[in-house]
């Protein structure tokens, strides 16, 4: 497809568990972006990468979260040891250039999580 | 650190002028923009401003920045139905070209008959 594809859409675990996210941004991004929307906020900032590197990862809230993107593409959000706050939208937003023009985002649908 | 601030809620009768206002912190930010989301959608860039700029139009939108007190502000003219979503407030977290933008908590604009 044409946009940035988040799968699950939804997933629905229990506490303590593992979960993956998968992000497959838009062909040809080399920035690729996690962010993370609880109800009634806005996008909260979690890790971005260039190419296969993560350049920023200071959002991400403690060790149990990491990501990766070792293609230089699709990007994985990994979720350990899951607890009830971390129940939140995951978003996924890909952009074109590394050295911004408009800075765009392009964003997914993001992947709901629900930690029971 | 960084941080984008927004009012909640916003209501406005359909044909008049809607004006979502903004504040930042970060003096360094390249960029800023207004992101829209509707419901059930995901965010779609609506405008953005370069910070040497004051003033961007673009059809029924207009973008005011005043960077001395970190204030940005998006009207939007003659207000539709459609117009009604979730308005955020972006900024570039510092100089670098590349780097993380960060979300004010949107403003719920909805339009009243």
């Known amino acids: 497809g044409a946009g940035v594809s988040q799968t699950p859409s939804n997933k629905v675990t229990e506490k303590g568990k593992y979960v993956e996210l998968r992000c497959d941004p838009i062909s040809g991004h080399t920035a690729l972006y996690w962010y993370r929307q609880s109800l009634g906020q806005g996008p909260e900032f979690l890790i971005y990468f260039q190419g296969t590197g993560a350049a920023d990862d200071s959002g991400l809230p403690n060790d149990r979260f990491f990501a990766v993107r070792p293609e230089g593409s699709v990007s994985t959000l990994k979720i350990q040891r899951t607890e009830r706050g971390d129940s939140a939208v995951y978003l996924c937003?890909?952009?074109?250039?590394?050295?911004?023009?408009?800075?765009?985002?392009?964003f997914g649908e993001g992947s709901r999580l629900t930690v029971l | 650190g960084e941080d984008v601030e927004q009012s909640l809620f916003l209501s406005v009768r359909e044909g008049d002028s809607s004006v979502i206002n903004c504040t930042y912190t970060?003096?360094?930010?390249?960029?800023l923009y207004w992101y829209k989301q509707e419901p059930g959608a995901g965010l779609q860039l609506l405008t953005y401003i370069f910070s040497n700029m004051d003033m961007k139009q673009d059809q029924r939108l207009t973008v005011l920045l005043n960077k001395k007190d970190k204030h940005l502000s998006l009207r939007i003219a003659d207000t539709q139905t459609g117009d009604s979503a979730i308005y955020f407030c972006a900024e570039t977290a510092g100089y670098s070209s590349a780097s993380k933008i960060i979300f004010g908590s949107g403003t719920r604009l909805s339009i009243r008959p």
């Open positions: 970060d003096s360094s930010s390249t960029y």
């Open positions: 937003a890909s952009s074109p250039t590394a050295t911004r023009d408009t800075g765009e985002l392009f």
